[in-house]
């Protein structure tokens, strides 16, 4: 069997306290190591003026330990014009077999690692392979459940057969091809789903800590309406935990938390360990007695129930399925009149008002508008000799 090689590949800014460890889960199964380091022009607000990391970045990657020089770090002094200018910038440097999309937060467990690499060793005509987005909050221990999960959003594309010359055309989703736009053809690929099956989950630490999370708002602020405002989002649920069903920052429906028991990723423990012993200035890990509480309160089934009605009522409009949508959202809507003081119910209410009952009213005011046109078209009456010219049958 051939020896497939692993060019794990990144672009970082702001990496503490993720970077260190996460070089350290990955250099026993790489090839290589490219990694980008600088900021975009969207993540400005996040970079020092000639856009480079705020933080100790630069210099956890000069120190890492290197010992089989599988390391190459890419930097600029300028911002990068966005994504994907950082991402074709590591192409020329790749020379494995594979390619491993990583971010700094992004972990997995080791077996991982070596049951995707056997499955680019045994099939020659496997090109992509894509994970299921495990979320945190707060801890590794609180797993977040729902939101942009129960949407069908949470599949990433992050394992690429790797061709010299192959260009990288965008970053949502990725998508390799060729310097004409031409996207790279898949052959054969192994989808979230399968990768489920197979016990495979990317660990996902997005929103573990308060300046790593007020970095990303910003940004996902400017590229998308549908993201909350930002001081609303920290002080109702980082800071108060008054709604625990709004822990994905964007307005997709509700998301909810359970206690994770599972594994952990390598080194993930040590650097929870290290943030709480005061190694990273600036970083803290949050209190979780309010969390505690709310798991263990009679509310958090109830809350879970009333999310899950929510989601299933948007899943059926963004999918066109109208009809599907009624039954959750006239229950939502039935929950939240029984309990029009509980702040959950009431925001799982809005989300409906918002999610489900706009989407609908605007679809039949245009078809009412379109009728109402059809209705006031004048009809076209053909001329005399325009009726002599037609056919039989075609005059209407």
């Not at 330990?65 to 890419?74: A, F, N, R, W």
């Amino acid at each position: 069997m051939k020896r497939v090689t692993v060019s794990y590949v990144m672009n970082v800014l702001n990496g503490e306290p993720f970077l260190s460890y996460q070089l350290a889960s990955i250099y026993p199964y790489a090839h290589q190591i490219v990694i980008v380091e600088g900021a975009y022009r969207r993540f400005a607000h996040a970079a020092t003026a000639d856009g480079h990391s705020v933080d100790r970045t630069r210099e956890v990657l000069a120190a890492f330990p290197d010992p089989e020089q599988k390391l190459v770090v890419i930097s600029r002094d300028g911002y990068w014009e966005d994504r994907c200018e950082m991402c074709n910038a590591f192409l020329p440097a790749v020379t494995g077999d594979v390619m491993w999309q990583v971010d700094t937060d992004e972990f997995y467990l080791p077996w991982v690692h070596e049951r995707v690499v056997q499955w680019f060793a045994e099939d020659n005509a496997l090109d992509r392979v894509s994970f299921r987005v495990r979320e945190f909050f707060a801890s590794p221990e609180y797993e977040v459940c729902g939101g942009i999960h129960a949407l069908g959003l949470g599949d990433v594309r992050r394992v690429h057969r790797f061709h010299p010359g192959v260009r990288w055309l965008t970053q949502r989703p990725p998508t390799l091809g060729n310097a004409t736009g031409v996207p790279q053809p898949i052959r054969r690929e192994r989808l979230a789903e399968d990768t489920v099956r197979e016990g495979m989950r990317l660990f996902h630490y997005t929103t573990l800590f308060r300046r790593q999370i007020t970095d990303k708002f910003r940004y996902y602020r400017q590229m998308w309406a549908n993201t909350e405002q930002d001081e609303q989002w920290l002080h109702e649920t980082w800071d108060q935990f008054t709604n625990p069903l709004r822990l994905h920052g964007a307005v997709v429906g509700a998301s909810w938390i359970e206690r994770y028991d599972g594994p952990w990723p390598l080194h993930v423990e040590d650097m929870m360990r290290d943030v709480q012993t005061g190694m990273f200035s600036g970083l803290t890990v949050r209190g979780r007695e309010d969390i505690e509480r709310y798991l263990a309160s009679a509310e958090s089934p109830e809350d879970v129930a009333i999310a899950q009605a929510l989601n299933e009522a948007v899943c059926a409009v963004r999918t066109r399925h109208f009809f599907l949508a009624a039954r959750p959202s006239v229950w939502v809507l039935w929950q939240c009149a029984r309990h029009p003081f509980r702040r959950t119910y009431r925001f799982c209410a809005r989300r409906v008002a918002m999610l489900v009952v706009s989407p609908l009213i605007r679809m039949l005011r245009a078809g009412l508008q379109r009728l109402v046109l059809a209705i006031a078209r004048p009809r076209r009456v053909p001329s005399h000799s325009q009726a002599e010219a037609a056919p039989f049958g075609m005059l209407r």
